[in-house]
C-alpha cells in the first residue's frame, strides 16, 4: 500500500505540448510538495500545499500550475513544455511542514 | 545560496567499512535531516538532528551536528551492498526560509 504515489512514472512527450503529473497520499499529511531533480541530482523545492493552500511558490514559471483538490492530493500542470523542463519531479508529504518528507517514486519528465 | 554541500561527492568502500559523509550549510536552522535515495527510487528519510542536539543514532547510522562550524556528518558503521546509494542532507533554515533545502549529495558504492 504505497504511501505516496504519483503518475506517471515515465512521460515522453514533445515540445509545446500540455501534461499532467498526479500524486495522491494515504499518510493524512497536511503538508505536500513536489521537487524537480535535474540532471546533477541537485533537489529543488517548487511548491508546498498546507492543507490545500499554497505556502510556496519557489520561482516556477507560470507555465507550471499545481492544485490541490483535497488534502490528500497535489497534482501538476505543465504546459507550453519546454526541453528545460527535463527532469525527475517528486511529490512528498509530511505531517509536520518541512519535517520527515515521505517521496514518492518520481515522474521522469523527457521533452523532445 | 543556503543550499548545503556534502562532502565527498562520491565514496566507494568494501563491505564491513564504516562510511562517513559531511555536509555543510550557510545558515542558521531549525533542523538538519539525512536521506537516501536508490538508483531511479525517490527519497527515503534516515534521521533528522534539531539544533539543539549534537548527536543521534538510529540502527548503524549515527549523525552529529556543530551548529558553531554549520557542519553535519552522517557515519554508517559495518555498511553492507544494500547501502550503495545516494545521501543527501538537508536543512531546514530558520529565519523564514520555510522550505527544505537540499544539499548535492554524496554517491556510496559498497562492494561485497
Known amino acids: 500500500d504505497t504511501a505516496v504515489s504519483q503518475t506517471p512514472k515515465y512521460l515522453v512527450t514533445q515540445m509545446g505540448n500540455d501534461k499532467s503529473i498526479k500524486c495522491e497520499q494515504n499518510?493524512?499529511?497536511?503538508?505536500m510538495y513536489w521537487y524537480k531533480q535535474d540532471s546533477k541530482k541537485f533537489l529543488k523545492i517548487m511548491f508546498s500545499?498546507?492543507?490545500?493552500?499554497?505556502?510556496i511558490n519557489e520561482t516556477v514559471p507560470n507555465r507550471f500550475s499545481p492544485k490541490s483538490p483535497d488534502k490528500a492530493h497535489l497534482n501538476l500542470h505543465i504546459n507550453s513544455l519546454e526541453l528545460g523542463d527535463s527532469a525527475v519531479y517528486f511529490c512528498?508529504?509530511?505531517?509536520?511542514?518541512?519535517?520527515?518528507?515521505?517521496f514518492g517514486s518520481g515522474t521522469q519528465l523527457s521533452v523532445l | 545560496s543556503q543550499q548545503g554541500e556534502e562532502d565527498p561527492q562520491a565514496l566507494s568502500i568494501q563491505e564491513g567499512e564504516n562510511a562517513t559523509m559531511n555536509c555543510s550549510y550557510k545558515?542558521?536552522?531549525?533542523?538538519l535531516q539525512w536521506y537516501r535515495q536508490n538508483s531511479g527510487r525517490g527519497l527515503v528519510h534516515l534521521i533528522l538532528?534539531?539544533?539543539?542536539?549534537r548527536e543521534k543514532h538510529s540502527g548503524r547510522l549515527r549523525v552529529t551536528l556543530d551548529t558553531s562550524k554549520k557542519s553535519s556528518s552522517l557515519l554508517i558503521t559495518a555498511s553492507r551492498a544494500a547501502d550503495t546509494a545516494s545521501y543527501f542532507c538537508?536543512?531546514?533554515?530558520?529565519?523564514?526560509?520555510?522550505?527544505?533545502?537540499f544539499g548535492a549529495g554524496t554517491r556510496l558504492a559498497v562492494h561485497p
Open positions: 512528498a508529504s509530511s505531517q509536520v511542514r518541512n519535517e520527515k518528507l515521505f
Open positions: 499518510l493524512g499529511h497536511d503538508t
Open positions: 500545499y498546507n492543507n490545500k493552500e499554497l505556502i
Open positions: 545558515t542558521s536552522i531549525n533542523n
Open positions: 538532528i534539531r539544533s539543539n542536539e
Open positions: 538537508a536543512t531546514d533554515a530558520s529565519g523564514g526560509y520555510n522550505k527544505l533545502i
